[in-house]
């Protein structure tokens, strides 16, 4: 569904993606893992063209997309992102947060969206939330509503940017249930993670990257149990995963 | 010095005259106000497009208008466009005014909206929001929360602003109290009077804009 060749991304003087060749497929869930600075965030970002690439190809549903001429935006209603930070509007509810994009976007009836949302939130568990504003919310439920904001807008694909990484442990949980009933009901899904149990649980593949490149990818059997690449070994050595 | 009671009876006395220039002085002050709020808009929105021409547009505008004092500019509009066409004093001294908070409210607007959290913004375009719907239903509400202390205060200079267009021989509080005080040799109390009824709207105004602020701050706090 997303084939990228070759794909080149600097920040100024820093390389940050370099010749990056990867393929999602339908219902695929890749896990994007590395350390920071491996450009797995700006990888993912690339794939919205929340961040522009250098060079190198990006096709969607077999389309090269050209991002000086086509319609972004377009494409972004279909690529539905769930970012470290939340990034919910805090001066709308949580029922105005889901129903924004598909009202405001694609034109959708207010109150069909309406029903559908409550439906999002009644999926994520939150139905009685609502009316909630969300500095009401904690971590996980705000990442929760993120998570049926995105989905609203009924995305082919959803990237996740570190979704867990700035919960506290105990909220961790309830998100991961979420993405991996998600995962469960064949969405395709991108998600750049340190959450090694989910990634083992519930990829179909795992990416891991470093310095900018793919340094290996495979079955979380392959990549956990059988890596191929010193790198890979080093990498789980220093997390302890081997 | 004028004693209390002497004070007070004027005071009373005056009270029709000056309650219609206070009127003058708060139209020139809202129009100003609402006028700049939106010329501070275009202007902010022009030196966050990231478009060279567009932000020099801008910083000339800025530069041009904090650089000269605000009597200056009343002057060159009322007695430079009265050359080429006839612009009512009370419009040429609100344009004046008008152009004047804009240069400062369009630096509040832009500060407020920088101040948005960039995740906001790409919250919106992931969802497949265009750069314009995203600023009009994502950043400007939260920033216009933000700027509200800032705008509240340039609402009060602008009211004090108001008293220079007395030197268009408008009927606004400081020309009432000066003329006065002038026709009956007592320019000390008229002008203590006048200090009140400033300090009356300024009370009105702070008051009006906590309210605003409180109203608003529902969905953050």
């Given amino acids: 569904m997303i084939k990228i060749s070759q794909l080149n991304k600097s920040f100024g003087d820093l390389h940050v993606l370099k010749n990056i060749d990867m393929t999602v497929y339908e219902s695929d869930v890749v896990c994007l893992i590395g350390s920071s600075g491996s450009g797995k965030s700006t990888l993912l970002r690339c794939l919205n063209f929340l961040e522009r690439k250098d060079n190198g190809n990006i096709i969607i549903e077999g389309n090269e997309v050209n991002p000086r001429t086509d319609d972004l935006n377009k494409i972004r209603e279909k690529v539905g992102m769930v970012f470290q930070n939340f990034n919910l509007f805090p001066h709308k509810t949580v029922l105005e947060n889901i129903i924004e994009a598909p009202v405001m976007v694609k034109g959708v009836d207010k109150e069909k969206a309406i029903i559908k949302a409550k439906q999002l939130l009644k999926k994520v568990g939150l139905e009685d939330k609502s009316d909630v504003y969300p500095s009401k919310l904690s971590g996980g439920q705000k990442q929760r509503v993120a998570i049926a904001r995105a989905l609203a807008m009924e995305p082919d694909i959803m990237l996740f940017d570190e979704p867990t990484s700035a919960l506290d442990p105990e909220l961790v949980g309830e998100v991961l249930t979420t993405m991996k009933d998600l995962a469960e009901e064949g969405m395709t899904m991108v998600v750049v993670t340190h959450e090694m149990g989910f990634a083992k649980e519930v990829a179909d593949w795992i990416v891991y990257m470093h310095d900018g490149r793919i340094i290996e990818r495979g079955t979380p059997e392959q990549f956990f149990n059988h890596p191929k690449e010193e790198r890979t070994r080093e990498f789980l050595t220093a997390t302890m995963l081997k | ?221």
């Fill in chain 2, 1 to 221: 010095m004028p004693s209390f009671s002497h004070f007070f009876q004027i005071l009373m006395e005056t009270k029709g005259v000056f309650f219609k220039a206070m009127l003058l002085t708060l139209e020139l002050t809202v129009v100003s106000i609402l006028l700049g709020i939106i010329i501070g808009l275009v202007f902010a929105l022009l030196k966050i497009s990231n478009i060279k021409i567009l932000e020099l547009i801008s910083d000339i505008y800025v530069y041009l208008v904090r650089g000269t004092p605000l009597i200056v500019q009343i002057f060159i509009l009322y007695f430079g466009i009265s050359g080429i066409f006839l612009l009512p004093d009370f419009w040429a001294a609100s344009l004046a005014l008008a152009l004047h908070n804009g240069a400062y409210i369009s630096e509040i607007l832009r500060g407020a909206i920088q101040s948005v959290d960039n995740g906001q913004f790409e919250a919106g375009r992931s969802l497949g929001m265009t750069k314009t719907l995203t600023l009009r239903r994502i950043i400007l509400p939260q920033a216009f929360r933000r700027a509200l202390p800032p705008l509240g205060n340039q609402f009060i200079i602008s009211l004090k602003d108001s008293s220079l267009a007395a030197f268009i021989s408008m009927n606004e509080l400081f020309n009432v109290a000066t003329t006065l005080g002038s026709n009956n040799f007592d320019e000390m109390t008229y002008l203590l009077i006048v200090a009140v009824y400033y300090l009356l709207l300024v009370a009105l105004m702070t008051f009006v804009v906590n309210r605003t602020e409180l109203k608003l701050a529902v969905s953050d706090r």
